[in-house]
């Protein structure tokens, strides 16, 4: 009985859904303060859909386009975040992997696709790949829409902290199925939504989750929004990259 509630208390949080960024529900339904209470480490997106989050030692910072690379004020709100208390069931070295090769080495530790996964990598990258995310202004534009004006940049070799999820095929819509992950240099000036790179040398950690929960906003926007999408598995995909 101990070990089963165990894992019952460990679980992703997830505040809003995909489906509702589909919907044009990008408005910050969630203070920062609230998110960083619920993990260790996560990711999101800025108010508007402003920017990319990434949080490490529960403290989240931000980069916008046209922006310094920056730490969140505890009040800002966002639409769109998701976070774990972090806590490596193991961890491994690894040189040379691109992020396809990344996360297969992952799965087959794990030696299973069906549940929830933390990653935290920490090294030198190459071919580092990002994206920021525009500031979408009413009347909202759909997600692709909007992510036609991102903002892409490269970097040849950078070092720092690759922070994200794996989730199962079947939620996607709720969630990104697949991996999802976002990038932030070890002097905490630049980083993003990670489109690709290759893990030059560096450590990979990572924890499953059984458990995987939804704070839903408590908006009108939401309350009226439709999230019932017959593209959404495509428009995911291309958002997402």
Not at 32 to 44: F, P, Y
Not at 124 to 149: H, I, N, Q
Not at 176 to 202: P, R
Request: aromatic letters at 10%; charged letters at 25%.
């Amino acid at each position: 009985m101990a070990q089963k509630e165990q894992s019952c208390q460990k679980q992703i949080t997830q505040f809003s859904t995909m489906n509702a960024l589909l919907g044009r529900v990008y408005e910050g339904g969630f203070p920062v303060h609230l998110i960083e209470a619920e993990g260790t480490i996560g990711l999101g997106c800025g108010d508007c859909m402003d920017g990319e989050m990434i949080m490490d030692d529960s403290t989240s910072y931000i980069g916008r386009i046209g922006s310094p690379f920056s730490r969140m004020d505890t009040n800002e709100r966002v639409p769109f975040a998701q976070v774990a208390p972090f806590a490596a069931d193991d961890s491994f070295t690894a040189a040379k992997l691109d992020k396809q090769a990344l996360m297969e080495e992952v799965l087959r530790r794990v030696g299973s696709e069906n549940y929830f996964i933390a990653l935290r990598v920490t090294g030198t990258f190459t071919d580092m790949k990002l994206r920021l995310a525009p500031k979408a202004d009413k009347p909202y534009p759909s997600l692709v829409e909007l992510f036609a004006g991102q903002k892409e940049f490269s970097e040849p070799s950078i070092r720092g902290t690759v922070i994200g999820f794996w989730a199962p095929e079947a939620y996607q819509g709720i969630t990104v199925a697949g991996l999802h992950i976002h990038f932030m240099d070890e002097a905490k000036q630049t980083g993003g939504h990670v489109l690709d790179c290759t893990l030059a040398e560096g450590t990979v950690e990572y924890e499953v989750y059984q458990g995987f929960g939804i704070r839903l906003p408590e908006r009108q926007d939401f309350a009226q929004a439709d999230l019932n999408h017959e593209d959404g598995d495509s428009a995911i995909r291309h958002a997402e990259g």
